[in-house]
């Protein structure tokens, strides 16, 4: 269909409520990942599944940060007992993966309108 | 990791006018992605060029891998080119995960 689509845009939750962001990628696109933007920076990188192996959660904050892509689809990135240093833009992004003889590569990355979270 | 560098940070416009968009990396890349991010907040692709030239209407792209920079030209600008660019990239043994710049924020004015 259409391109990456992420929900809730806006999420508003008090310290220590426990939120869920859902990211539906481009059909067909086997390779998901997360980012993290805050305000005035770009975004940085959480983690990344190849179909519904997770096979990089290296910039996880913490452990309070988990996700998941149980079909190899959609994904859900779940953030428990929210801090307010936990408000920023969170993006999604997926892309194909081609495979050569000898390695993988890559292909551009295209990143959903993203879920601005609000810690109060 | 690879550091990214973004010049200049922020820059001014008059609707029509020019301008170039500078971003310098640190190490060999496997791929280079230039993003507008609009005043909505949408980051946007506008190339995927980790070597090379590439245009599209307006606008257009130079990498130049083995001096490691990659340029980003904007022509005759209109308002809608008003945003923060980003180019990011990524190397080595972690060739999915993309590392940005720090952006550079545009503002067009009529």
């Known amino acids: 269909g259409a391109g990456v689509s992420q929900s809730p845009r806006y999420k508003v939750t008090k310290r220590g409520q426990d939120v869920a962001l859902r990211c539906d990628p481009i059909s067909g696109h086997v390779s998901l990942y997360w980012y993290r933007q805050a305000l005035g920076q770009g975004p940085e990188f959480l983690t990344y599944f190849n179909y519904e192996a997770q096979q990089d959660k290296s910039g996880l904050p913490n452990d309070r940060f988990s996700a998941e892509r149980p079909e190899g689809s959609i994904s859900t990135l779940t953030i428990q007992r929210t801090e307010q240093r936990d408000s920023a833009m969170y993006r999604c992004a997926s892309s194909l993966m081609s495979r050569g003889l000898l390695s993988f590569s890559w292909e551009t990355q295209y990143f959903g309108p993203g879920t601005r979270l609000l810690v109060l | 990791g690879i550091q990214v560098e973004q010049s200049p940070p922020d820059l001014i416009l008059q609707e029509g006018a020019n301008s170039t968009l500078r971003c310098n990396f640190s190490d060999s890349v496997n791929n280079l992605q230039w993003f507008h991010q609009n005043p909505w907040g949408q980051l946007i692709n506008l190339f995927y060029?980790?070597?090379g030239t590439k245009q599209n209407g307006r606008l257009s792209a130079t990498t130049v891998a083995t001096e490691r920079y990659s340029l980003l030209y904007i022509s005759s600008s209109q308002t809608t080119d008003s945003g923060v660019y980003f180019c990011?990239?990524?190397?080595?043994?972690?060739?999915?995960?993309?590392?940005f710049g720090k952006g550079t924020l545009l503002t067009v004015n009529p």
């Open positions: 060029i980790p070597s």
């Open positions: 990011a990239v990524n190397s080595g043994g972690s060739n999915y995960k993309l590392t």
